[in-house]
């Protein structure tokens, strides 16, 4: 990486801090093995009830910096991921183990619904090269005893994919793979085959993309309209450390153009990633990770947090 494109990557960016007006610790919904720490929960509801999905690491940030980890048990990063069903009262139903099993490696689950079924788009270890990773679609079972993959194929032949957006657009079922420049591919099921929605866009190369600005939680259709939330690493001065900054942004209905609105964080700078969103007529809600450490669902009363942070949607 040019130094300039790390000077780009780690500067100072201005951001607002945003409160909740309510918020729940999920870290205890699950229960992981030793040496593992919850985070980057994600969720979807269904008729069963919410579908909760959380993700354990085996290391810990342990520098004030945000920029050093230590393992916690093994001496390579690995995830495991814990599923739970819970209730309207956000109690645990019923544990998962099943889905446990089928996600076993995988990193930052995105849960959604699309065409009658649930499912997760997940990044997932690929064999031979170090630190290779590539996507995958899940399609859940009906009765949550499993999953189906559906390897996902890199358009531009990386070796390591992550945080490919999926949303649902007029009955179909897409991905944002870029925000900055824009790329989205339309994805066909059951085989996995991905389009570009821009033909242009397959002129681009790897080199094209800095990925400066990822994709975070699933898409959520509003106001024929995307709506979409990102992630940046940036620095907080003067002590240079490094957290997570969000953003939220509308995708137009050609899927060919973005507003985007104010960086903000929740609660306090620190490194968070925002893994699952959800909008009601009188709420979002944020399920997120804090320091790679615990899980959370933080609640906004949707005018104001829409009025602030989401451009071109009505309130």
């Known amino acids: 990486m040019s130094i300039a494109r790390k000077i780009r990557r780690f500067a100072p960016l201005k951001f607002d801090v945003v409160q909740p007006i309510s918020e729940f610790d999920l870290s205890e919904k699950v229960m992981l093995s030793p040496g593992y720490y919850p985070t980057n929960p994600s969720f979807v509801d269904t008729d069963l009830g919410r579908l909760l999905c959380i993700r354990g690491v085996n290391y810990h940030i342990s520098d004030n910096s945000g920029l050093t980890s230590a393992f916690t048990t093994g001496d390579s990063y690995h995830s495991i991921n814990r599923f739970a069903l819970l209730d309207g009262r956000g109690e645990v139903v019923r544990a998962l183990l099943d889905l446990d099993a089928a996600f076993e490696s995988a990193e930052d689950v995105r849960l959604f619904s699309f065409d009658g079924a649930l499912w997760g788009a997940c ?31 890199s358009p531009y032949g990386s070796s390591r994919e992550k945080n490919w957006l999926p949303i649902v657009h007029q009955g179909m079922l897409h991905f944002v793979y870029s925000l900055e420049p824009l790329v989205v591919l339309r ?103 804090r320091m790679d450490r615990s899980a959370h669902l933080a609640e906004f009363d949707r005018r104001t947090f829409v009025q602030t942070f989401v451009p071109g949607l009505r309130r």
């Open 187 to 289: 994805c066909e099921i059951p085989s996995g085959r991905l389009d570009f929605v821009d033909p242009r866009c397959a002129e681009y190369s790897r080199s094209s993309f800095t990925f400066l600005l990822c994709g975070s939680a699933s898409g959520i259709s509003l106001d024929n309209r995307q709506l979409l939330i990102a992630h940046r690493r940036t620095v907080r001065l003067p002590r240079l450390r490094r957290i997570y900054v969000h953003r939220c942004a509308t995708l137009n209905p050609s899927l060919t153009k973005l507003q985007f609105g104010r960086y903000f964080v929740i609660g306090e700078a620190e490194v968070q990633f925002v893994a699952g969103m959800d909008v009601d007529d009188d709420i979002v809600r944020l399920s997120y990770g």
């Open 123 to 153: 990044c997932r270890p690929m064999s031979g090269t170090a630190l290779s990773c590539g996507m995958s679609l899940m399609k859940l079972d009906a009765d949550l005893r499993g999953a189906k993959a559906i390897p996902l194929a």
